[in-house]
């Protein structure tokens, strides 16, 4: 059966990949994997809902290219980014006895991802990392560029480790299984990348919007666009000293908010994007580095999406300015209690500030939660 | 006060870093500190036998230079290479909100330096890491090269990163209050130096083994060739994929002697190195590579220095033949069922073997049980 795909090439020297983004990639799996990693074992990492929907057609097909998967199924959600999943984790794959060159699988959204990834990238100290993304932000963002992590009572993403992958499968067939308010929380990511460095990208999903959740030829795009766009910044800076910090436009925020609702269904990680990406919109506007009717405007695109946009709009408490303040200051981008922040000219046009005054954060911030 | 030490340099491009070693550097390490990293904060990771031998003289000289340590004490021993030491460890220095930019300081033998080791390069996804090593092994061995690692239930070393320190402080004073038995299983690290591929270096330890046990110049110049010779290796293949195998000499067969003795007191690392070594060049003999009488000479040597050189050296119980293969088969190196050894052509002359025999294997450890 002819097969059909787009390919986004991350050129990383010895660790260069490609990400295949299609319609038919999870049925494709074991063609692609035998002729890639001929001789590989596979430990396949999943969790039980991406398991009912995913793994049988998975199977399937590795099967059929005469692969014998080990199967290792969690618990979904983001409290599997523990301690105590990862040792799991990596003690299935040595009593598989899987080996350095052998893969791991990591089939789901961004939880299974970073865990699995992580735990690929300290087993033997590395195995192989193959991630096949099922939900929209795993395949438009987290699939890709190699940040593996879990999570610590500190904080989100505080373990981890930088671990490229050898292969991303993206099956866009896996997101017509995803809810509206799953599908939306990624969106929040694709539009990141417009606000970036990218308006005519930005300008292009305004008008694309509806047809995007519909499904159909500009979501693939979107997606592709979305993979070169991470890709572009992960080349340029693969562990994070300089400008691959951009890609956090929104985060600093974010990374509080979830911290502050429990990291739950509360407040997705993408829809804390959402609201931190207009919060930094707007702050940059009070600081007088972007026209305010930016803010507006992308306000407005990111509520048509289903998606929130204040911090008003976070269902239940948050506590008070203090303590968002304090869960702002245990991201891994401070330095020396002084505050980074990814700021922004206007759509396109972000920049990296440090050394952000902590008070100027405050002020905003209680003004922030009342508006 | 003037200060002296050699300097080995690792040249790894951007993870170049220097080894020191001296006999003061534990009360310049302030001064030595404050230089290289001036704004750093520091967490020090160490166990308490070292922290009552060597702490205070550290701290002394850390405070002097204006740093305020955190200090991170853990129990002695192999058991502390855990899961749950290495949570420990690293909530313990999320808790003191250290940064990507500071530093991890690793006091102690190989144990506290895997593990501390492996906790920097995991926390904020990797931080900067200062190995402070206070036994013979961690000073030619384990502090440098970057191999970091705890141990599963399945095997040690089975779970870890490459981490290159960036820099290390081979203070000799410290070797002082170690006993003669830590001393030798370190000793049994620098022999294997000369074994691999410099018969020169060899031949000056068998007439210099006196003066290095005493303390002395002599010492110094094995700690140093030795830092030397596993820098040449690390740096001509940091993440093992060639040639750094073979600084597995010996190693094969001690993690499984390791294993069966349940990583404890009752045969140190490099007890079991020097016995692996002995069996490397027996089993080479055997298959023809190497002149037997090579392996007497060793032997001899290795027993000279208060070390084990065979099976039944071993005290207590290890098993049969049967579960010695099946320790060997859970080796790192184990590729697809068939077995990769260090071999020798003969003293300096060490070769990597893929795909050796299993069955010829299990003949050689069943004789080898009884002589």
């Not at 997101?175 to 990348?193: I, M, N, P, S, W």
């Not at 929104?250 to 739950?264: D, I, Q, V």
């Not at 203090?322 to 981008?333: H, P, S, T, Y």
């Amino acid at each position: 059966m002819p097969t059909s795909h787009h390919t986004v090439h991350v050129p990383l020297g010895d660790r260069a990949y490609d990400i295949l983004i299609g319609k038919r990639l999870l049925d494709e799996a074991g063609v692609i994997l035998a002729e890639r990693f001929a001789r590989a074992r596979i430990g396949i990492v999943t969790d039980e809902n991406v398991a009912r929907a995913q793994l049988p057609r998975l199977l399937a097909s590795l099967r059929q290219s005469g692969f014998q998967p080990v199967e290792i199924v969690l618990s979904p959600g983001e409290s599997t980014k523990s301690y105590a999943h990862l040792e799991r984790t990596i003690e299935a794959l040595l009593e598989a006895r899987l080996e350095r060159g052998d893969l791991v699988v990591a089939l789901g959204g961004g939880v299974i991802g970073d865990l699995a990834g992580f735990a690929a990238s300290v087993t033997r100290r590395g195995m192989k990392l193959v991630q096949i993304p099922t939900s929209l932000l795993a395949q438009v963002d987290s699939s890709v560029g190699g940040k593996t992590a879990i999570n610590s009572p500190h904080g989100k993403n505080l373990i981890g480790a930088f671990h490229q992958p050898s292969l991303v499968l993206a099956d866009q067939s896996t997101l017509d299984t995803l809810d509206e308010r799953q599908f939306a929380a990624g969106y929040a990511e694709v539009v990141k990348y417009g606000l970036i460095d990218d308006e005519k990208f930005y300008f292009w999903l305004e008008e694309h919007r509806e047809e995007i959740f519909a499904g159909g030829a500009a979501r693939a795009e979107a997606i592709a666009r979305s993979c070169a766009a991470k890709a572009r910044f992960v080349v340029a800076d693969e562990t994070e000293t300089g400008d691959r910090a951009l890609l956090n436009l929104g985060h600093t925020f974010a990374h509080a908010l979830e911290k502050l609702t429990g990291y739950s269904d509360r407040l997705l990680h993408g829809e804390a994007v959402s609201i931190g990406m207009v919060l930094a919109h707007r702050f940059s506007a009070r600081l007088g580095h972007a026209p305010s009717q930016d803010t507006g405007r992308i306000e407005n695109h990111l509520r048509q999406a289903g998606l929130p946009t204040r911090l008003t709009d976070v269902p239940g408490d948050i506590g008070d300015t203090d303590a968002l303040l304090e869960a702002i200051g245990q991201d891994k981008k401070v330095r020396r209690g002084a505050l980074t922040f990814i700021l922004t000219r206007g759509i396109g046009r972000a920049f990296i500030e440090h050394d952000v005054d902590r008070d100027t954060v405050w002020q905003f911030l209680e003004r922030m939660r009342t508006r």
